[in-house]
Structures are given as structure tokens and as C-alpha cells.
């Protein structure tokens, strides 16, 4: 008989691959530290399967498809982020049996048979999977295009999904690969609700899960937590739970956790307490308007086209023309590249003229991170020659 042996949640963030100069270090490998003992979890547990849930950052489906879930019944997880890629086979037995089996239980699932995956998986393949010869499951969840699934209707599929094992032979363990608070590519993106992720961890800690998957997508948005929702499913999957919390740091943008679920509720717990959202009448993350898709494209093809990229550092303007920009678009791009902040301490500000004008925040920042570490190359290079001449 199947069952889950090991259930976990960790960060994913790109500056754990890029190691911008604006982040503390010290910080960072803490985080892959904390990763690394999830790995030692696997160790232990032994799992013959991996399922990881993980959120899209408009890498994989971008706005042609944008499937609330989805599973990848691929030959490999096919992942790839800051020059490094990864292949570790997926367990197809299990993922197609998951597939079927969820949308018999009413889930509409999409899948995929080719599909290359971000920085969500390619994190946990880098420090929890390593070089571990376990098969994975990726599983998508839609946490940043709305309309977003709530927190408890991720709950109910990794419900779902352990009943699905329960029946099968298979041990597994699951991982939610997200959170905590940042709002990358907005105007706040430097000022994270530290103090939501303390009052979620405290309540998860005190085996008050509900606390957490009662929450709408609207107040995960207001707080920075819609890429939480992969943790909802962790938590669905394993039932009533007390957190172990392996790492948390509030870097200037992210609340940086990795934690253990263990089964059962935590004994002498605190009373759940509720946390003070504001409601306020906006959402960080939207529907990009369609008037900016042509903007959007071009980001999303900049992040993985090395040849339109060395274009566009020579001459924006053929490339604004090629792909129909307005000239408010083009404006917003060529103060873009002008990488302001590149040497600041918030280089992620150079989004804000892109997120202004329509571009999705999330596409805008990770087409900057793309950006920015390959101008610092082209400084680093021309440096180097000036030097050399010099000498």
C-alpha cells in the first residue's frame, strides 16, 4: 500500500542561482542549507517517487496557455535556469495514474509531454534532489495569472492526490516549492509582509493549517503569498500537521523559508490567532491587458533568445519595430535598458517603467534578471580588455 513518507516546502528564488551583489550572502546559503536537509530527508524517507508542486514564473506556459494545474508526464523534467540545466526522470507510472485519476475525481487537469521548466523546479533539482536517483512528478500550479485557485481547492488536490497513493504501491514524498512574502516585479517589491509570513509560520508551527487554507487568493495577493498555494497542497496531502521551520530569512525582498510537515497535531498548541488583513481594493498580480501583449512577448523572448538579446544591447529600436511596440512600450523598454539600479541596492526597480506601462510584473522581472546578469558579463568583459590594454 502507498503512502506519503515525507512532505516538505522550500524558496525557489533566482538570486539563490545568480548571486546578485545587492543580497547578502550570508543569507542565501542559509536558505541552501536548509534545502540541503530537506535532501537528507529524502535520505531517511526513501521515497520511490518525488512529487514537487511549483509555480510557473511565464517560463513554461506564458500567455498562449495558462492552465490552472498541470502535470508533466514528460521522459524528464526537463529544467533550466542561469546556465545550468537539469534532467531527472519523471516517474511516468505515477504521473499518468495521477492524471487519470484526478480528472475522474472531477479536477481539470492539463498536462504536458514536452515542456521546459523554470526556476521553481530547477531550484529544488539544484539543492534537494542533487544527484539522488528519484524520479519526479511535476505538478503546476497557477499562482500568479488570475483567476488563481484558493488556497483550499489546492488543499483538496493534494487531498486527492494522497488518496491516489494510499491506493497504489508506490512511497512518496511531496514538496511545495514557493513563498514566503515578495512581490517581484511590482512597486512593492521591496517591502514584503514579513509580519504575515511570522503569523502564518506561528500558526502552521501550532497545527492550525486552516489558518493558512482559508485564505482567498485575494489576501494571498495582498500579503505576497500566492506562490504559497503550492503549500496548500502539500498540506491537503498530509492532513493534520505541526511545521518544523528549518529556515527563515527576510532578505530585502523575500521571506526565505524551508520547513518539514510531521504528521499529527502538535501537542499543548497554541490557540489559532488571526491575522489583520486590510482588504485593499486592488491586486498586485492581474490579467496583463491585451493592448501589452506584444510588449510581454518580447520580454519572454529576450529571457530565452541569447540572439535577441545581443541585438537589442546594440540597438532597441529595429527590435521595437519588429514586434509592433507602441511608443509608449518602446519608451518604457529603452528606460529599462538604461539598468539604473544594475549597481544599486534595488536593481529589481528596473521593471517598474515595464510593469507601469502593462507588462506582466512577473515576466517584466525575470526578463530584467536575464538582462542585468548578462550586462554585468558585457562590463565585466570590457573591463577586462581595458585592463589588459592598459597593462
Not at 536517483?133 to 488556497?151: G, K, Q, R
Not at 523572448?301 to 540597438?315: C, I, N, Y
Not at 548578462?374 to 592598459?390: I, Q, Y
Amino acid at each position: 500500500m502507498g503512502q506519503i513518507v515525507a512532505a516538505m516546502a522550500t524558496m525557489h528564488a533566482p538570486q539563490l542561482f545568480t548571486r546578485p551583489p545587492e543580497e547578502d550572502p550570508k543569507q542565501l546559503d542559509a536558505g541552501v542549507a536548509a534545502m540541503r536537509r530537506l535532501g537528507k530527508l529524502l535520505d531517511e524517507s526513501k521515497p520511490d517517487a518525488l512529487i514537487v508542486f511549483a509555480s510557473d514564473h511565464m517560463e513554461t506556459f506564458f500567455l498562449k496557455s495558462v492552465p490552472t494545474f498541470a502535470i508533466m508526464s514528460c521522459e524528464s523534467a526537463t529544467a533550466a535556469f542561469a546556465g545550468r540545466t537539469y534532467n531527472p526522470p519523471i516517474h511516468q507510472v505515477l504521473a499518468e495514474a495521477v492524471l487519470d485519476q484526478l480528472v475522474a475525481r472531477d479536477f481539470d487537469m492539463a498536462y504536458s509531454q514536452e515542456a521546459d521548466l523554470g526556476h521553481s523546479f530547477a531550484a529544488i533539482f539544484e539543492w534537494v534532489l542533487e544527484n539522488r536517483a528519484i524520479p519526479v512528478v511535476p505538478i503546476f500550479i497557477n499562482t500568479y495569472l488570475p483567476p488563481l485557485p484558493s488556497a483550499r481547492r489546492c488543499a483538496a488536490l493534494g487531498k486527492a492526490i494522497a488518496e491516489i497513493v494510499a491506493s497504489r504501491p508506490e512511497r512518496v514524498a511531496v514538496l511545495a516549492s514557493g513563498g514566503m512574502s515578495h512581490y517581484p516585479g511590482t512597486w512593492k517589491y521591496y517591502k514584503p509582509a514579513y509580519d504575515f509570513d511570522r503569523w502564518c509560520i506561528h500558526e502552521l508551527e501550532n497545527s492550525h493549517s486552516d489558518s493558512f487554507i482559508n485564505l482567498s487568493a485575494e489576501q494571498l495577493d495582498e500579503v505576497g503569498n500566492t506562490e504559497m498555494l503550492p503549500w496548500a497542497a502539500v498540506l491537503g496531502a498530509i492532513g493534520p500537521q505541526h511545521t518544523e521551520l528549518l529556515s527563515y530569512q527576510e532578505t530585502t525582498h523575500h521571506g526565505h523559508a524551508v520547513a518539514i510537515f510531521h504528521p499529527g497535531e502538535k501537542p499543548n498548541a497554541e490557540p489559532p490567532r488571526p491575522y489583520a488583513f486590510h482588504n485593499h481594493p486592488y491586486h498586485f498580480y492581474n490579467h496583463p491587458p491585451l493592448a501589452a501583449y506584444r510588449l510581454n512577448k518580447l520580454l519572454y523572448d529576450l529571457r530565452f533568445k541569447p540572439s535577441l538579446r545581443v541585438r537589442a544591447f546594440q540597438d532597441l529600436a529595429p527590435i521595437a519595430a519588429e514586434y509592433g511596440l507602441s511608443p509608449e512600450h518602446t519608451a518604457a523598454l529603452q528606460e529599462t535598458f538604461a539598468f539604473r539600479h544594475i549597481n544599486g541596492d534595488k536593481p529589481g526597480q528596473d521593471a517598474d517603467p515595464l510593469a507601469a506601462v502593462g507588462a506582466h510584473p512577473i515576466g517584466a522581472l525575470m526578463a530584467v534578471h536575464t538582462l542585468q546578469q548578462e550586462k554585468r558579463k558585457l562590463v565585466g568583459a570590457s573591463s577586462s580588455v581595458k585592463e589588459a590594454a592598459l597593462a
